[in-house]
């Protein structure tokens, strides 16, 4: 079955500092992967997802299937980044199986 | 664009009792999600419609909890009878396109958190 693991549960960055949160996940066919953030107060949302390869609020993931990663980056960390970020995954060819989420990495970013 | 409503908000019972959350979707959005989110971890799928049938519900505890999402509008999920264990947010989520299609964007309601004691 897939499977979404994000190692970190919490990672702290000081303000300007890079920052990368892990993803892996593990699905047997062509995957669709997510960044969903959750900022403190408010929904659930997308950040963005791998088919449309943009960058939002300064942030990029590249899905990288032979390391089976989908790592979110960016390069100078600002404080209003801090919040809940979950990597997900659709897996849209294959209708016998299931949207999921990972476990969340805490983002703080410290002034 | 008005965004995905849920009540009650919060939601405290005692074990063996009953509840019921309900959710009101975008208008339009074809596929309605319900997931649990227990303290600490990511959310988990529990059912998915598409309009007014279930297209997945292999994560529903069908002894306990049902949904429904009649006229492929509103849905309502219940839990009967309540377990410790259920304590969590229930969250609902829309999305435009059929359940499953790549490209898709789920929208999210503010979650309806349950304690049970």
């Known amino acids: 079955a897939q499977r979404v693991t994000q190692p970190e549960k919490l990672l702290s960055v000081f303000k300007g500092a890079p920052v990368e949160l892990k993803c892996n996940y593990s699905?047997?066919?062509?995957?669709?992967l997510f960044w969903y953030v959750q900022y403190s107060r408010q929904r659930l949302q997308l950040l963005l997802r791998?088919?449309s390869r943009e960058s939002i609020k300064g942030f990029t993931a590249d899905l990288n299937k032979g390391e089976t990663s989908f790592h979110l980056k960016k390069p100078f960390a600002q404080e209003e980044d801090s919040a809940m970020y979950y990597c997900a995954l659709n897996p849209a060819d294959n209708y016998g199986q299931n949207f999921v989420f990972g476990p969340g990495t805490r983002l703080s970013v410290l002034p | 664009e008005a965004g995905v409503a849920q009540s009650p908000r919060y939601k405290i019972i005692e074990k063996r009792q009953s509840v019921a959350f309900w959710c009101n979707p975008i208008?339009?959005?074809?596929?309605l999600y319900w997931y649990q989110q227990i303290l600490g971890q990511g959310p988990k799928l529990l059912i998915q419609?598409?309009?007014?049938?279930?297209?997945?519900d292999s994560q529903l505890p069908k002894d306990r909890f049902s949904a429904e999402r009649l006229k492929g509008v509103d849905s309502t999920l219940k839990i009967q009878p309540a377990k410790l264990e259920d304590s969590a947010v229930y969250l609902c989520a829309s999305s435009l396109r059929r359940a499953k299609s790549r490209g898709d964007t789920q929208y999210f309601g503010p979650g309806t958190r349950l304690t049970v004691l």
């Open positions: 419609f598409q309009n007014n049938g279930v297209v997945d």
């Open positions: 699905y047997s066919g062509s995957p669709e």
């Open positions: 208008s339009g959005h074809a596929t």
């Open positions: 791998h088919i």
